[in-house]
């Protein structure tokens, strides 16, 4: 009876064995044709542009992002084109001439696989071993005729590339990106995400990543939560998108930023002047060739003071009025030339700054120093000076994607009494 | 009964095997290599059809693969122009010498059957140092730092690319046929792995190291002696040892028992002259003609 069972248990392992190697096939195709089909997809992809690829490079995860043009011939000749201060010296490069290919390891992968001297510099080990950390190997996650998405291989920065349509000269096209990187990062500009009615402050500060915090928060650059981007012709692209979002694309609409669920705007005026000097640390440097009678008067009195008690120095004059954030006020630096005609003096007085609603509020408080309060009794014509700059304003700006180009200050109660400023980065 | 389970057990095994015939494999789907006239690499790679897979069995490649690096370094691919030099320039110091002084078929037999050439050094900073060059398993050899080569300083090729040939090499030669024990032990209580990068040439002489680097460790101390005596010119040669001699050290006669400890293992195991590979070596580096060795004029002899 044991001999029975033991023979049905063999027959059965032996049948049920011999099915046991046979996997319910998931996909139409096999592994092998489906990695080939992804290469020779990607392979047609990338060929494809006649014009080539413009490609968003970020050499690692928290580096800026490049602009590069990329052809890929039917050949494997890779020619790169860029203009840049790490890879080019920044003047434009447009012979760079290298092999690439589409192989097989895990997926398709991209490969730089000889020496490009646009590309490479930014994958060099140079001296301490590490670089830049750029990637020359790509994992292909997606290729179509309207965009690719590359993954480094080894540090793992997202790519993206886009079709450059026909005709475009590679003069232009970095004329163009040179334009609109001004246009919206020039003196530090900064930004508020919005997404679904949550408000997030972005930090640019010309460096090619935001630093985003909460509303109103200081960033701590050691825990800092970082955002590369590039800017393109038509907007900024994220390498990656910012919190929980899926958005990495964001075009300049009029004066908006946007994105399928975010937007990337500055703030209202008012707001914003207060940020950019409190938050980023930026100033704002009055026009004083064209400013308001009152203040241009005054200033014209101090212009006299000095001019008499410099006798010597014809050029002793106001030369410019900035203000800045203070530890508990805001700061107005004064220079001015004295005993030298082109070394300027600098000192500093304390005006109370606050935002109240759609207004400004801006009151002298005194000298910062026994320096600027010595230099205040030497010349008493300053106080007035400093009065004339007071006031509850009303602000407008001439170009609201990027404020520093200018805003103008307007009182509330007079509108006759301006002030036209522009922002820097400090 | 009995009869019948033996029956049905010995059918059910039969079925059972039968199913096992029925895993089919379709012909491969990738495609083979084409030979691409039109590929921006053709020429060059058919050059080194020609010169190098043909004539020495060897693949000499330029294009990275990251998958073929140590992946805890940052390298980059060398340049095609550089990748060009060096393929030539191999063939004037390497190959062809190997062809003048070795016995017939030399190199294709024991010659590396892969050549890389890698961009960039590997740069290890935390100890401060570099690595030029690599064999592994006695059939490929990487040679590193391409990109950094000035065909107009040869002290510079000398110290990257000559030495590390050779260097090289011998590492492939020793893992074929390994070195004779003796030579281990005429240093063995002065070797440093971990701190050899803080000696200086002359200390490294005066202990009986060709280099620094030979002082890190036996098999390194081989290599670089003998890749150490092919490419220093007379002068460089002597003064090492003079050097290494000064003071009361024992360096150059621990060097001179190195040598020759080198020379015969060279002769009795793989039937090549040292001496005569030097010369041919110091001939070739002092009539260095660019023109010629691009032109391969050193092969038309």
């Known amino acids: 009876m044991k001999a029975k069972y033991l023979f049905i248990a063999i027959a059965l392992v032996s049948v049920l064995g011999a099915c046991s190697r046979e996997e319910e096939n998931l996909f139409d195709k096999s592994a092998a044709e489906r990695a080939q089909y992804a290469m020779d997809n990607a392979n047609a992809v990338l060929v494809a542009p006649a014009n080539g690829w413009e490609m968003l490079y970020f050499a690692n995860p928290a580096s800026r992002g490049y602009n590069v043009l990329v052809n890929f011939g039917k050949n494997g000749r890779l020619i790169a084109t860029a203009k840049n201060g790490t890879t080019t010296g920044g003047v434009l490069r447009t012979d760079s001439s290298s092999t690439w290919m589409v192989k097989n390891d895990y997926g398709p992968i991209l490969t730089m696989d000889t020496y490009n001297e646009v590309f490479h510099a930014w994958s060099d080990p140079r001296d301490d071993g590490e670089g830049l950390q750029g990637d020359y190997e790509f994992l292909i996650l997606h290729a179509d005729a309207n965009f690719v998405k590359l993954k480094g291989k080894k540090y793992g920065a997202y790519y993206y590339l886009y079709p450059l349509e026909a005709g475009v000269k590679a003069a232009d096209y970095y004329t163009e990106v040179d334009a609109l990187q001004t246009k919206l990062c020039a003196n530090g500009n900064l930004f508020h995400l919005n997404a679904g009615g949550k408000e997030h402050l972005l930090y640019d500060g010309n460096t090619g990543i935001f630093t985003l915090t909460e509303t109103g928060e200081i960033p701590n650059p050691e825990v800092a939560d970082i955002y590369p981007f590039a800017v393109r012709r038509n907007g900024i692209q994220l390498s990656f998108p910012f919190l929980d979002l899926k958005d990495v694309m964001y075009e300049l609409k009029g004066d908006v930023l946007s994105a399928a669920s975010s937007t990337l705007a500055p703030a209202a005026p008012v707001t914003y002047f207060a940020e950019y000097i409190e938050l980023v640390g930026g100033a704002w440097t009055y026009n004083i060739s064209d400013i308001n009678e009152t203040t241009k008067n005054a200033i014209a009195d101090v212009n006299a003071a000095l001019k008499k008690a410099y006798s010597s120095n014809k050029k002793a004059a106001v030369k410019s009025l900035s203000l800045s954030a203070g530890v508990e006020h805001a700061v107005l630096t004064l220079s001015y030339l004295g005993n030298s005609s082109s070394k300027t003096t600098d000192m500093t007085y304390l005006f109370s700054f606050k935002v109240q609603g759609n207004s400004l509020q801006l009151n002298y408080v005194g000298p910062s120093d026994e320096n600027a309060e010595k230099v205040l009794v030497a010349f008493p014509s300053l106080l007035p000076m400093f009065q004339s700059l007071c006031g509850s304003f009303a602000i407008t700006t001439e170009s609201a994607i990027n404020p520093t180009a200018g805003v103008k200050m307007t009182e509330n109660s007079n509108s006759a009494k301006w002030f036209n400023l522009t922002g820097k980065q400090q | ?301």
């Open chain 2, 1 to 301: 009964m009995k009869k019948f389970y033996q029956i049905l057990f010995i059918g059910t095994l039969l079925i059972g095997l039968a199913s096992c015939e029925k895993d089919k494999f379709t012909d491969s789907i990738f495609i083979d290599p084409v030979e691409d006239t039109n590929a921006y690499t053709y020429a060059f790679d058919q050059w080194l059809y020609e010169h190098y897979t043909v004539p020495y069995n060897v693949e000499f490649r330029y294009r990275l693969d990251d998958n073929a690096t140590d992946p805890n370094y940052n390298v980059v691919p060398v340049s095609m122009g550089m990748a060009d030099t060096i393929a030539h320039v191999a063939l004037y110091l390497w190959y062809d010498v190997y062809d003048s002084v070795a016995p017939a078929g030399f190199l294709n037999e024991n010659g590396p059957r892969i050549i890389q050439l890698i961009g960039s050094a590997m740069i290890n900073a935390a100890q401060g140092t570099e690595k030029l060059g690599q064999a592994e398993g006695g059939i490929k050899i990487t040679l590193m730092k391409i990109n950094k080569m000035k065909t107009n300083d040869i002290d510079l090729l000398n110290e990257y690319i000559f030495k590390t040939m050779h260097h090289e090499f011998s590492h492939i030669l020793h893992q074929k046929k390994t070195y004779p024990k003796e030579f281990e032990q005429l240093s063995a209580a002065d070797y440093n792995p971990d701190g050899w990068q803080y000696t200086s040439d002359v200390e490294a002489w005066q202990m009986g190291f060709a280099s620094p680097y030979g002082g890190s460790e036996a098999r390194e101390d081989f290599v670089e002696i003998i890749a150490n005596y092919i490419v220093k010119s007379d002068k460089d040669l002597n003064t090492m040892l003079t050097v290494a001699g000064q003071d009361g050290k024992e360096g150059r006669k621990i060097l001179e028992q190195k040598i020759e400890i080198c020379r015969t293992w060279l002769a009795e195991k793989w039937e090549l002259d040292l001496d005569a590979l030097r010369v041919e070596v110091q001939k070739r580096q002092k009539d260095m003609d660019w023109d010629k060795i691009m032109n391969l004029e050193f092969m038309k002899k």
